[in-house]
């Protein structure tokens, strides 16, 4: 025994004699010396996890051992009860003359049943036949020539009947007894409760013992474990680590020595990496690693800094450009991203080299740089440097034995004139540099207040389109289409006009296509658009006809987006069916510049189109790109010479000639050839001279709504019947 314990051991005959109670503090002071605080085990989800994994384990088995007991237990008392009512029967019985006697009298009947707990017995010969019956009556009976029943106890278990055979009573007689069982089922429910008692005691008796076991030797150890790693979680750089009171030497003291300098060493990586990390992070919010400039969002805060802090001289202003690598896209798809990275880090060197000392370039976006540069009297002014950069990209750039001709769009503001902080300044550079690609590319714009105003415009347009898309306010409008020779009308374009309510007098106005086309197209919006006309276009035409109307062909146009990004065939096709309308009476004019993106699949598509039996129509023929080669491949039934050569033709020899080329190239092809912007007799003559085939324009009439084209048709071929020729219907 250890010294300690022999300390102990005298302690707890000191307080034996006494009288304080021993226990308790012998339990303390052993805890104590043992550096041991039990509370800790209570505050863990482990500890009471076994805890009640033991407690309910052991109240477990003794429950099951209750169950198992409480019958024989009840069988006991059964037993007991009986052996009672045998003893008190025996006395009370007498000898008899015979077998048709009762063993009892009446007065000793009477006595048995008031002094003991028998409520009422039956007599049986040994025949088994009743002679007498006293008390309450017995549910047994003996029936001759059988076994004696099994005993009997009531559903609610206050009675229980038995059967006494002859010789157990030692008298020719069988009596059936029935006695009182409540004090049976009192003290089987009193013998539950005390086991029940017994049993949560001894489990919690038990249970205690063991977490008390365990808890010097493994709970309070992984307590501590885990409030270490608790901490070098919470603070990884500075962990909090504590020891054991008492170093343990097995496999669970060894994993926290072992756990614990894991921490110390994950603290002093962690440290080490957070410096390092600090250094990248900072290159990657502030740096493009492509090039190796600063980014959009230093470049921002370097602005602002210069405008809060007012670092300007009185004489100087702030020029801020923004600059595109026009078709940058192209060559990105064209050669791959690895030209097109090479690409990017030689135009940011020569930007470098273009700017002055104080300037700050940066790489905004994938092919976007922003340029800071200060201006005044000792420095460069912005078209100074605009020239500059003008210069430096002239001569090409070589990548991989590539030669690239890199042209660039330059868009300036200044400070303080274009705004008074850094976003509205960086803003108005990108609103010039958006002006100078719509002006072509390849030059530079300084920011207007118009830019805005023309922004701010597009915005809105935008929203009142997408309303009048929503509310289906858009109205498709149909301009008549006539053989040059015969002059019967043969056919009507379709074309979308948009009246935009307003405050004014008239109530509203119509926004020209030309303006809200383009913004629908930017913006998605013109693929239902172009199905909207494309299925009203359709309804109306096969209305005309049923209604009587000559039959005449109805052209669509059809966008590029339309084209190319959806399913063009399906929706032509369902249109048809849907509408009733036979496929050679609709015609689908497509541009020049829809084939061009990517020919092979424009051509397929054409294909496709000319299968359902729809007529096909380039638009605008003469001011795209087109190849003779590829234009024999096309499935096309007609040209369409673009009004502007019409218009020119009779003062522009160029324009004669190329609208005299298109009708005979047209014809060699064996193509119909139909001429738009006619407005003249003079152009009608000329196209007729030239043998074109059908004309359309406002010499014959404006664009007409649906429901006026209708008389037009009938008065037009009135006339025409009436004069043989084409005349204005007004």
């Known amino acids: 025994m250890s010294e300690t314990d022999q300390q102990n051991g005298s302690r707890l005959q000191t307080d034996r004699a006494g009288g304080r109670k021993p226990w308790s503090r ?33 109240l477990l088995v003794e429950t099951v051992s209750l169950i198992l007991t409480v019958p024989s237990y009840e069988a006991e008392q059964l037993a007991g009860l009986r052996a009672e009512a045998r003893t008190a029967l025996v006395f009370s019985l007498q000898k008899t003359k015979g077998q048709l006697f009762s063993p009892l009298t009446k007065d000793a009947a009477t006595r048995l049943l008031g002094n003991s707990k028998i409520e009422g017995l039956t007599v049986y ?13 017995t549910f047994l009976q003996l029936m001759p020539n059988r076994n004696p029943p099994a005993d009997f106890r009531s559903a609610d278990n206050s009675h229980y009947e038995t059967v006494f055979m002859a010789s157990e009573l030692g008298h020719p007689y069988n009596i059936v007894v029935r006695m009182s069982a409540t004090t049976v089922e009192a003290r089987v429910i009193e013998y539950i409760h005390q086991s029940l008692w017994i049993m949560f005691i001894m489990s919690a008796l038990v249970t205690s013992v063991l977490m008390l076991v365990l808890s ?10 885990r409030n270490n790693l608790l901490g ?33 060493q994950n603290a002093s990586s962690l440290k080490r990496l957070r410096a390092q990390a600090e250094d990248k992070i900072h290159k990657l919010a502030y740096f493009d690693s492509l090039t190796g400039l600063p980014n959009r969002t230093y470049f921002l805060e370097q602005l602002e800094d210069i405008i809060r802090n007012k670092a300007l001289g009185e004489s100087e202003t702030l020029a801020v450009m923004a600059v595109d690598i026009d078709h940058f896209k192209d060559i990105n798809d064209t050669m791959g991203h690895e030209i097109g990275d090479k690409l990017l880090e030689a135009v940011g060197k020569r930007l470098v080299k273009a700017l002055p000392d104080r300037a700050v370039i940066a790489r905004a976006s994938a092919d976007e740089f922003t340029i800071m540069a200060v201006m005044g009297a000792d420095h460069p002014g912005s078209a100074t440097i605009a020239d500059k950069i003008f210069s430096v990209m002239a001569e090409p750039v070589s990548i991989m034995q590539e030669n690239f001709q890199v042209r660039v769009s330059i868009g300036v503001s200044h400070y303080p004139s274009d705004g008074d902080n850094a976003r509205a300044i960086l803003k108005n ?26 922004v701010h415009y597009r915005f809105q347009m935008l929203r009142d389109l997408r309303n009048a898309v929503n509310r289906k306010e858009l109205q498709v409008y149909y301009h008549p289409q006539f053989e040059l020779k015969t002059g019967k009308m043969v056919g009507a374009e379709a074309l979308l006009r948009w009246w935009l309510p307003d405050n004014s007098k008239e109530g509203g106005q119509f926004i020209s296509p030309t303006e809200f086309i383009p913004v629908a197209e930017q913006a998605g919006l013109i693929v239902p658009i172009g199905e909207y006309v494309l299925r009203t276009a359709c309804e109306t035409n096969k209305m005309w006809q049923d209604k009587g109307l000559p039959p005449f062909r109805i052209a669509v146009n059809i966008s590029g987006v339309q084209f190319h990004r959806g399913d063009i065939v399906g929706l032509v096709d369902s249109v048809l069916k849907e509408t009733g309308l ?26 496709e189109l000319h299968s359902l039996g ?3 129509a380039v638009d605008d023929f003469g001011t795209g790109y087109s190849s003779l080669s590829y234009l024999r491949q096309f499935p096309i039934d007609r040209l369409k010479i673009d009004q502007s050569f019409i218009r020119n033709a009779l003062v522009n020899v160029d324009d004669k000639m190329i609208t005299r080329t298109i009708i005979t190239l047209g014809h060699s092809l064996d193509l119909k050839v139909i001429a738009e912007g006619v407005e003249t007799v003079e152009h009608e003559k000329f196209l007729r001279e030239l043998g074109c085939d059908e004309v359309q324009g406002f010499k014959y009439t404006q664009p007409i709504p649906a429901e006026k084209l209708e008389g037009f048709v009938v008065e037009h071929n009135r006339q025409l019947a009436k004069n043989g020729t084409l005349s204005v219907v007004e």
Do not use: C
């Open 614 to 616: 729809v007529e096909l």
């Open 429 to 454: 550079a990108d609103i010039s540099l958006n002006r100078a690609k719509e002006d072509g590319r390849d030059t530079v714009r300084y920011y207007s207040q118009a830019f805005d105003e023309a």
């Open 582 to 607: 036979a496929p050679r009476w609709l015609e689908l004019e497509v541009t020049e510049s829809v084939f061009m993106e990517n020919m092979q699949a424009a051509i397929d598509i054409l294909h």
């Open 232 to 264: 070098a979680a919470k603070n990884p750089e500075k962990p909090e680590i504590k020891n054991l009171r008492k170093e343990l030497h097995d496999e669970i003291g060894i994993t926290i020595r072992v756990a614990n300098d894991l921490i110390r």
């Open 216 to 225: 010097m030797w493994l709970l309070e150890p992984i307590i501590l474990l």
């Open 26 to 58: 012998w339990l303390r002071s052993w805890l104590m010396s043992h550096d041991y605080v039990p509370t800790h085990i209570w505050k863990s989800s482990i500890s009471w996890r076994i805890t009640m994994a033991v407690f309910l384990t052991l």
């Open 125 to 137: 010969g040994l025949d088994d036949s009743v002679i007498q019956s006293y008390g309450a009556p």
